[in-house]
């Protein structure tokens, strides 16, 4: 398969730090907007988390970060280029009001883009997986600068600019199907049960309703055009699970939320379950060769699921669970071989296309009976 060489960043020479210094002057940047439109660019949940004087603190924490990477940069490489970018994104910031925004009366707004949440979660996720995936990393040499990372990106602004809409549409179906039931009976039992009793509960319902549909994604033919986009990356990173069709979350998100909406979790039980599982779905696909010990045959690892991204078909059909492996040793199709890990990921298709756009629209573009896939190896799916 055709394969552009992953560009090889070295630690110490001053690059990494001046990319650093970029990332977060443009994220301090960006988000000045969510205090200038904050009923359009700001989620009403988050807004009741967060305080506009705890976010105010953290654009100038994120500024000072970015100057000090600017400096490393400089003086590491001795180069100007990196260095000066950053600095001045960050003084644009600055200069566009980054020191002194100010959080005003939110009016409440029938629609908006969660830029709020994508900012955050940028943020949080590259924190910890970004020194992970540098200073521990399973493939050597490959960085966040293989050739596809910018389709991954897009992937991740979109379904997080998107939170209300995929919010809606994913909730929808529980709520058609389950509301007329008198639940308040089940919801009182379960918000009795013991906290780590209901965590369980809650994951382990979910982690069955979501393998049973990771795994009709992965045998329908028609279905897998659509699942096949996530499996199609050839670089494992932290990112990389971001690359999912939108149908494939609504489904696959639509399937979990039963669950979850007809046991009725505590908010205290329902909340620890979203950062849990907001953290693990980006980490089972990280770059990185942390094994985790005993906890691997307790809790899913990213040696576990880059099995299930192995590009050989000989290992196709294993690891759906997403959180437990035991649920795949349930129903036959668990597969962690000690401490092998496969020697490729990725779909066994060439010519895979290759962007946001032309992967969204490729699922509805042929007819689900072609046979540009093998059926043989569909049929091992
Ligand atoms: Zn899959
Ligand atoms: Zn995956």
Same mark, same amino acid.
């Given at each position: 398969?055709?394969?552009?060489?992953?560009?090889?960043?070295?630690?110490?020479?001053?690059?990494?730090?001046?990319?650093?210094?970029?990332?977060?002057?443009?994220?301090?940047?960006?988000?000045?907007?969510?205090?200038?439109?904050?009923?359009?660019?700001?989620?009403?949940?988050?807004?009741?988390?967060?305080?506009?004087?705890?976010?105010? $603190?953290?654009?100038?924490?994120?500024?000072?970060?970015?100057?000090?990477?600017?400096?490393?940069?400089?003086?590491?490489?001795?180069?100007?280029?990196?260095?000066?970018?950053?600095?001045?994104?960050?003084?644009?910031?600055?200069?566009?009001?980054?020191?002194?925004?100010?959080?005003?009366?939110?009016?409440?707004?029938?629609?908006?883009?969660?830029?709020?949440?994508?900012?955050?979660?940028?943020?949080?996720?590259?924190?910890?997986?970004?020194?992970?995936?540098?200073?521990?990393?399973?493939?050597?040499?490959?960085?966040?600068?293989?050739?596809?990372?910018?389709?991954?990106?897009?992937?991740?602004?979109?379904?997080?600019?998107?939170?209300?809409?995929?919010?809606?549409?994913?909730?929808?179906?529980?709520?058609?199907?389950?509301?007329?039931?008198?639940?308040?009976?089940?919801?009182?039992?379960?918000?009795?049960?013991?906290?780590?009793?209901?965590?369980?509960?809650?994951?382990?319902?979910?982690?069955?309703?979501?393998?049973?549909?990771?795994?009709?994604?992965?045998? *329908?033919?028609?279905?897998?055009?659509? *699942?096949?986009?996530?499996?199609?990356?050839?670089?494992?990173?932290?990112?990389?699970?971001?690359?999912?069709?939108?149908?494939?979350?609504?489904? $696959?998100?639509?399937?979990?939320?039963?669950?979850?909406?007809?046991?009725?979790?505590?908010?205290?039980?329902?909340? $620890?379950?979203?950062?849990?599982?907001?953290?693990?779905?980006?980490?089972?696909?990280?770059?990185?060769?942390?094994?985790?010990?005993?906890?691997?045959?307790?809790?899913?690892?990213?040696?576990?699921? *880059?099995?299930?991204?192995?590009?050989?078909?000989?290992?196709?059909?294993?690891?759906?669970?997403?959180?437990?492996?035991?649920?795949?040793?349930?129903?036959?199709? !668990?597969?962690?071989?000690?401490?092998?890990?496969?020697?490729?990921?990725?779909?066994?298709?060439?010519? !895979? %296309?290759?962007?946001?756009?032309?992967?969204?629209?490729? %699922?509805? $573009?042929?007819?689900?009976?072609?046979?540009?896939?093998?059926?043989?190896?569909?049929?091992?799916?």
């Amino acid at each position: 398969m055709n394969q552009a060489k992953p560009q090889r960043l070295k630690i110490g020479n001053g690059t990494i730090s001046g990319y650093i210094s970029i990332f977060l002057s443009i994220l301090a940047l960006v988000s000045i907007l969510c205090f200038i439109f904050p009923e359009k660019l700001t989620t009403p949940e988050f807004r009741e988390i967060y305080t506009a004087a705890s976010m105010q $603190t953290l654009i100038k924490v994120v500024i000072v970060a970015a100057f000090f990477f600017s400096l490393l940069s400089l003086i590491l490489s001795k180069k100007i280029q990196l260095a000066a970018i950053g600095a001045g994104i960050a003084g644009v910031a600055i200069l566009l009001g980054a020191f002194s925004v100010q959080g005003s009366n939110v009016q409440k707004s029938d629609w908006y883009f969660g830029l709020d949440w994508m900012l955050l979660d940028l943020l949080l996720m590259t924190v910890i997986f970004i020194p992970i995936e540098l200073f521990l990393p399973k493939n050597t040499n490959q960085t966040k600068f293989h050739e596809e990372w910018r389709t991954d990106l897009v992937y991740f602004v979109i379904s997080h600019l998107f939170i209300q809409f995929f919010g809606i549409i994913t909730q929808k179906p529980a709520i058609v199907f389950f509301s007329w039931i008198g639940l308040d009976g089940i919801h009182t039992w379960v918000q009795n049960l013991p906290f780590i009793a209901a965590l369980f509960l809650a994951f382990f319902t979910t982690d069955l309703f979501q393998y049973w549909a990771h795994r009709i994604f992965h045998n *329908h033919v028609y279905l897998w055009r659509f *699942h096949s986009v996530h499996h199609s990356t050839q670089h494992m990173d932290w990112l990389a699970g971001s690359r999912t069709h939108f149908i494939d979350i609504f489904f $696959t998100r639509a399937m979990t939320f039963i669950p979850l909406y007809v046991l009725g979790f505590s908010h205290a039980v329902f909340n $620890t379950y979203i950062i849990f599982i907001a953290i693990h779905a980006v980490l089972i696909h990280a770059n990185t060769r942390i094994n985790f010990g005993f906890l691997k045959y307790i809790f899913t690892t990213p040696q576990y699921h *880059h099995w299930h991204h192995c590009e050989d078909p000989k290992h196709y059909g294993k690891n759906f669970a997403s959180i437990f492996p035991f649920i795949d040793m349930i129903f036959g199709t !668990y597969y962690l071989p000690g401490k092998v890990w496969p020697e490729g990921t990725g779909v066994h298709e060439a010519q !895979y %296309p290759k962007g946001f756009i032309k992967q969204s629209i490729y %699922p509805f $573009t042929k007819s689900p009976f072609d046979t540009d896939l093998k059926m043989e190896e569909r049929s091992d799916r």
